[in-house]
């Protein structure tokens, strides 16, 4: 990906951003995301967002924030690309989980879905092949479930 060598800078802020995610409120609502929260359809995804009195509201906005933050650290140049794609996946994967309701959500809000993740995946390979590994394991793990 980049020409240049992380530094011990780029290495204190991934660790100060393994930190962050280890925070009580944090876990549970990475949680929730990760595992918990298995929407069937656009709409499903869309009333959680939009429903801003439940506690599920909360953890897809604090999750979502974050990752979007953290990426954007990447694209614009604060975090050696490299070494964050070597050391985090769960933006990426929570982006693949939700990538068949991509379409639905920019029609329904006129926003992109996770708009620097996104970018993330087209700009560095690593990043697509592990957006393409997910999306293809959650699809085979579906297929299995219905049958």
Known sequence: MGNTLATTE???????????????TMRAARKWV???????????????Q???SLQENA??????SYWEMAHSFVLRGAIDADLFLDTQGEGIFIYAKFA???DAYKEATGNMFMKQTAELVEKYPSARERFEAV???LSERQAQTKR
């Open 34 to 48: 990760v595992f918990d929260f298995q929407p069937e359809s656009a709409e499903e995804l869309l009333a959680i």
């Open 10 to 24: 780029d290495a204190g802020l991934i660790l100060q951003l393994y930190d962050l995610r280890r925070e009580q």
């Open 100 to 102: 068949r309701f991509h």
């Open 50 to 52: 939009r429903t801003v």
């Open 135 to 137: 999306v293809k394991m």
């Open 59 to 64: 953890y897809w906005r604090q999750v979502l």
